[in-house]
């Protein structure tokens, strides 16, 4: 005996993602947003301004990354069922990337799902984070191990919030922005040479290139099976290096701004890239005070732990290159030798 359950659906998942001055929105149903007490000290007042609703209930949980655990969850969760949210109800991750990932994770699986929307307030949430629904959490046995592909309603993305964003943070959203230009377009790569990003006209031109850059990658492939594993151009280096590093020295993107130059040195020895183009990112970089060498003590140390990242398996390591500037190429066929080559230039 056999039963068959159809399940052939097409879901339109699609949604906008607005880059200006947040306009006056109004839901009518139940509303939660959540954020952290830095955001809501110097954001929330200006965000109430412009939202209204049937019911609205601020949630905060604890700022930074050694919270977007499964305590945080239960504080959201715990209030949205005391509050007793339903699936018509809605949440608006308000905050950084933290702020984006558990809400969008909590949205993914209360009563087994429920809308939300993104209101981006750090430069790296805005081009990256918040778009393409990518949610989850970290454990202890890593970063972003838990999660669901979960996609908002809608993105609002208000240049205003970053003109309290301390420089440091900027940067490491410019190292992502970086990565999309060096990635997949090279007239963007160009614009970024000639940009002052501190200019919020440049800028939010800038957000809105980025941004249209991902948004293409994640139509073609929503579920990462293929292209938009070159968003981790950068990351399988810079992993290692967070992990050296204990998550203490640098931001994700200035250890992202890194890994790309290893990443450019390894396309360089292959070929893929040459040393004028290497040049010019380190340059790209260095403008906006990311870093762009380290220190390695031990080259096997470094290269042993690629193996702890999530896109490698227990024998081969996935290394996102760079070919030229706006091409890249995914592989897993890398010599070791190679690799530990140019590990080597970066010794102590
Ligand atoms: N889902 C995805 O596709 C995706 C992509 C990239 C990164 N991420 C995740 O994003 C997280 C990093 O995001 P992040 O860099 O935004 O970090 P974050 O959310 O920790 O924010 C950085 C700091 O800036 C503060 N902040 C936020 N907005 C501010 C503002 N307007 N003014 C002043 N301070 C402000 C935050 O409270 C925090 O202290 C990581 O957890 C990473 O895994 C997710």
Known sequence: ????????????????IFIDEIE?????????????????????????????????????VPDGEEYKNQESIDIILESLFNHRFNR???????????????????????????????????????VDASVGGKTGMNNSYGKNLIGAFHQPKAVYIDPYFLTTLP???????????????????????????????????????????????????????????????????????????ENETKYK?????????????????????????????????EKLLQKYNLPTTYDIDSVDTFYETFFLDKKSSDTKITFILPVGLGDVKITDAIDAKVIKDVLTSYEN
Do not use: W
């Open 88 to 126: 018509k109800s809605l949440l608006i991750a308000f905050g950084g990337g933290v702020i984006g990932d558990m809400t969008g994770y909590v949205s993914s699986i209360y009563q087994r799902g429920i809308d939300f929307i993104q209101i981006p307030t750090t430069l790296l949430s805005q």
């Open 249 to 281: 020295k640098y931001l994700h993107g200035e250890a992202v701004a890194i890994g790309m130059v290893m990443a450019n040195k390894t396309s360089q020895k292959l070929n893929l890239m040459s040393e004028e183009e290497v040049k010019r990112v």
């Open 24 to 60: 006056k929105i109004s839901f009518d149903t139940k509303v939660a947003i959540i954020t952290n007490p830095k955001v809501a000290g110097l954001h929330l007042g200006y965000l109430l301004s412009k939202l209204s609703a049937k019911e609205l209930y601020i949630i905060t």
């Open 1 to 16: 005996m056999q039963v068959n359950i159809p399940l052939k659906k097409v879901v339109d998942n699609s949604y906008d």
């Open 167 to 241: 420089q440091r943070e900027f940067g490491a959203g410019v190292a992502e922005i970086v990565k999309m230009a060096v990635t997949f377009n090279k007239d963007f790569f160009e614009f970024l040479e000639n940009a002052d990003l501190t200019d919020s006209v440049v800028l939010q031109d800038a957000i809105k290139r980025a941004v249209q850059t991902k948004a293409d990658v994640v139509a073609q492939d929503e579920r990462e099976h293929g292209i938009r594993a070159a968003l981790n151009y950068g990351h399988t280096f810079g992993h290692v290096i």
